[in-house]
């Protein structure tokens, strides 16, 4: 991974990653990341797209990863739209490097959820997108959590965390996988995967009270049917998801999104549920199947009409 920074929207650098093929690229695929994590996460997926001719690109959020810089891990400056807007620049880039090839971008758990932000913000930016650990959530509990979110931003600060916040975000995760062995057991049945995530200092640390407030307020957004309809309805969509992935409410959430998709007019939507998947498909057991199902539809795809 060759590593290079650009400027963050809320202001300072941000960590990327690069990885490039040997010969001509034939697309670009961009990767956004997801709560708690960073991009070193996603080394191997990226090395098996490059060594088949992908460029993959990729950036540590504000507070997360090599992004960090003032010890405050979990944090937007600037909010859930200027995360979004740090995708857009790295686009930007990317595009300027590589230009005159299809653009791809790739957004797993919370950055599934900036990536559906991003599609109906940039609708003709992308020539397909792959989303995946994504769920949907019932209005009311939103609104639920935005509340808890702003009493508890008064009581403690947006940069710092709360234990009633955290429990609300991930408290029930673990819950259908129990006896459970670690608090991360829901992301993935590879003990291995969970024991190096549960190790690693940039991971499964507790969202500050700002970076839930944002994510709410993201969901909230991606969830309104004037958005929905905004999405360039001819973009290529492919959902990826664990069928036991608490994120996706063990699908049912996932296909309440695809649902939500395709009333909105989206006309190419493909599904992959893993039925004994967990959170991340890209690290389960199967994960080269699931590589191998991410390269096939990539490599099938008709460009999209913009």
Same mark, same amino acid.
């Given at each position: ?31 956004? &990341?997801?709560?708690?994590? &960073? ?24 507070? &997360? ?16 739209? $200027? ?6 620049? @790295? ?16 957004? &797993? ?9 991003? @599609? ?34 008064k009581r403690v600060g947006a940069q710092n965390t709360s234990k009633l916040v955290t429990q609300l975000m991930f408290g029930s995760y673990n819950k259908p996988f $129990? ?19 549960? $190790? ?11 970076? $839930? ?24 969509? @492919? ?58 539809? @990539? ?8």
């Amino acid at each position: 991974m060759q590593e290079f920074y650009i400027a963050s929207k809320g202001g300072g650098q941000l960590r990327c990653g690069l990885w490039t093929p040997e010969g001509a690229p034939r697309a670009v695929v961009q990767i956004i &990341h997801g709560i708690a994590e &960073h991009i070193g996460r996603y080394d191997d997926f990226a090395k098996f797209l490059a060594a088949r001719g992908f460029v993959v690109a990729a950036d540590d959020h504000m507070g &997360h990863g090599g992004s960090v810089t003032d010890g405050v891990y979990g944090y937007f400056r600037g909010g859930w739209l $200027a995360a979004m807007a740090d995708e857009k620049t @790295l686009h930007d880039k990317m595009a300027a490097d590589f230009p005159g090839i299809p653009y791809y971008i790739l957004g &797993h758990s919370m950055g599934s959820f900036l990536l559906r932000t991003y @599609l109906y913000t940039y609708p003709d930016a992308l020539d397909a997108a792959v989303i995946s650990g994504t769920g949907w959530e019932a209005m009311p509990k939103v609104k639920a959590g935005q509340l808890v979110c702003k009493i508890e931003e008064k009581r403690v600060g947006a940069q710092n965390t709360s234990k009633l916040v955290t429990q609300l975000m991930f408290g029930s995760y673990n819950k259908p996988f $129990a006896p459970v062995r670690t608090k991360n057991d829901w992301i993935c049945s590879v003990d291995e995967v969970v024991d190096a995530y549960t $190790a690693d200092p940039w991971c499964g640390f507790d969202a500050t009270v700002g970076l $839930a407030r944002d994510l709410l307020s993201g969901v909230e957004m991606n969830e309104k049917r004037e958005n929905l309809e905004k999405m360039n309805k001819q973009l290529p969509v @492919l959902f990826v998801s664990g069928g036991k992935d608490p994120v996706g409410g063990m699908s049912r959430g996932v296909l309440a999104c695809i649902d939500a998709f395709k009333r909105a007019g989206m006309k190419r939507v493909a599904i992959r549920i893993y039925p004994e998947g967990r959170h991340e498909m890209l690290n389960e057991s199967n994960h080269e199947a699931v590589y191998g199902d991410i390269l096939s539809w @990539l490599e099938a795809l008709r460009p999209a009409v913009k």
